[in-house]
């Protein structure tokens, strides 16, 4: 589909967005977070809703205005998306991944500011991991019929690492892009290639994160019984 169309191909259907990234707090003033900027999830969320759907945004940390017509639900931590996606996943058709979920948390939240002391080296942070919300999604799917979408950046390997992780995740697409120091976050724009279950591979030429949305809702469409 252009971008831009208006065809409501998607109604009737209920999908569920991620978009951010989560912060893992260590003390009340200081959290573990990541570069995502959310926009290719808001464009995710923004297209579906133009299209028909009914959209479920599970927005993490950030600078983004709640779309128009979009249900939003705000959370920080992974462990809040984990409950925030497993709840809304009840009963959608589409489930698409596009949040940056730290992979680690702080083993220790500090209740009081960590100080520093003279003359004393910092203490290490130990961290722990935090449950894979696309894994557990794709291998237990609270409906037989839904799809799911994952989202992964990477600096070296893009497409080996990607079908790499696309096995180990389970989901039906996972969305691969290149990042970098100068690529992608925070950009308008957004280059990437999604990979499908099937073997299939559609790259997707530099350009809006709205016509990678439409992409994606397109191949997803393509899936949905
Ligand atoms: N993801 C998730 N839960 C996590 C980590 C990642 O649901 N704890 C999802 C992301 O939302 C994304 C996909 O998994 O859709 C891929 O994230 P990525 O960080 O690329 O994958 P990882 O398995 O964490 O691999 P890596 O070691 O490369 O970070
Ligand atoms: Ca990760």
């Known amino acids: 589909l252009a971008r831009g169309a208006t065809v409501p191909d998607l109604a009737g259907r209920r999908v569920v967005v991620t978009a951010g990234g989560t912060r893992e707090p260590l003390d009340p003033v200081r959290y573990l977070g990541n570069?995502?900027?959310?926009?290719?999830?808001?464009?995710?969320?923004?297209?579906?809703?133009?299209?028909?759907?009914?959209?479920?945004?599970?927005?993490?940390?950030?600078?983004?205005?709640?779309?128009?017509?979009?249900?939003?639900?705000?959370?920080?931590?992974?462990?809040?998306?984990?409950?925030?996606?497993?709840?809304a996943a009840a009963d959608a058709d589409v489930v698409v991944m596009a949040a940056a979920v730290a992979d680690f948390r702080p083993s220790e939240y500090a209740t009081g500011k960590i100080k520093k002391k003279d003359g004393q080296e910092p203490a290490p942070i130990s961290l722990v991991r935090n449950p894979d919300i696309l894994a557990e999604l794709s291998a237990d799917r609270p409906r037989a019929d839904q799809v799911v979408v994952g989202f992964a950046a990477e600096t070296d390997d893009v497409l080996a690492n990607g079908r790499e992780k696309l096995r180990r995740k389970g989901c039906d697409l996972l969305v691969v892009n290149e990042v970098g120091e100068r690529r992608t976050f925070g950009a308008e724009e957004n280059e990437a290639v999604v990979l499908a279950a099937d073997g299939g591979e559609t790259p997707v030429p530099y350009g809006p994160k709205e016509a990678l949305a439409d992409t994606v809702w397109d191949l997803v469409l393509q899936r949905l019984g």
């Not at 205005?65 to 462990?79: E, N, S």
């Open 35 to 87: 570069r995502s900027s959310g926009k290719q999830g808001y464009a995710l969320a923004r297209t579906a809703a133009g299209r028909g759907a009914r959209v479920t945004l599970i927005e993490a940390n950030t600078q983004l205005a709640d779309p128009a017509g979009v249900d939003v639900v705000h959370i920080g931590t992974a462990i809040q998306l984990r409950e925030a996606v497993l709840k």
